[in-house]
């Protein structure tokens, strides 16, 4: 999907936006000249304290050109997470940024076309709705089952709501961040 080019670049965007965020100064402002980042696109910015999850937030659907949704959603990952407090200054030098840039949503029928390791879930049934990125289900080790479950109990559903009257979306991802640092306190 995106080239390496475009992925470091809009991985610099996320790191250079919290950094700037977080240590009071102005959020910078980029030149992009690649068409596909300015092509409207849905993403994630999902930050990892020493290999834990600190932050994850993103648009589902594409609203705004892609390196201004990165710009976006890093700084609601770093601040406005409500499982999390603001990411401080101090916690720079040991976060991980990882950027999931998706494909439109498909709404399917029949949950056994969901590919677990390729596809992400949107589940939705009324005023519920739950989401789970592709690589969710992998880092778990998850089987379709398990993780339809979990996208229902994070929609705030009961685990086997799946199999009733719900709406199930797919959509692939191109996933890619920062090398995993070395936290070793040797």
């Known amino acids: 999907m995106l080239k390496e080019y475009e992925k470091k670049l809009l991985l610099k965007i996320a790191r250079e936006t919290i950094e700037s965020h977080v240590s009071g100064k102005k959020v910078l402002s980029f030149e992009i000249s690649s068409p596909v980042l300015m092509e409207k696109r849905g993403a994630f ?17 594409a609203f705004k050109p892609l390196h201004e949704t990165i710009i976006e959603m890093a700084l609601a990952a770093s601040t406005k997470d409500p499982r999390f407090s603001p990411l401080t200054s101090e916690e720079i030098k040991d976060i991980d940024i990882e950027i999931s840039v998706l494909t439109p949503l498909v709404k399917i029928d029949n949950p056994e076309e969901i590919k677990v390791g390729k596809h992400g879930i949107l589940l939705r049934k009324g005023f519920y709705s739950g989401l789970l990125l592709p690589q969710v289900a992998t880092e778990y080790g998850w089987d379709r089952i398990t993780f339809l479950e979990h996208t229902c109990q994070k929609a705030g559903l009961p685990k086997n709501a799946w199999k009733g009257d719900v709406e199930i979306y797919i959509f692939s991802a191109d996933v890619f961040g920062e090398k995993e640092r070395d936290y070793r306190t040797d």
Do not use: A
Request: glycine letters at 18%; one cysteine or more; hydrophobic letters at 35%.
């Open 45 to 61: 910015v999902t930050i990892h304290k020493k290999g834990m999850l600190r932050g994850c937030i993103g648009y589902i659907e």
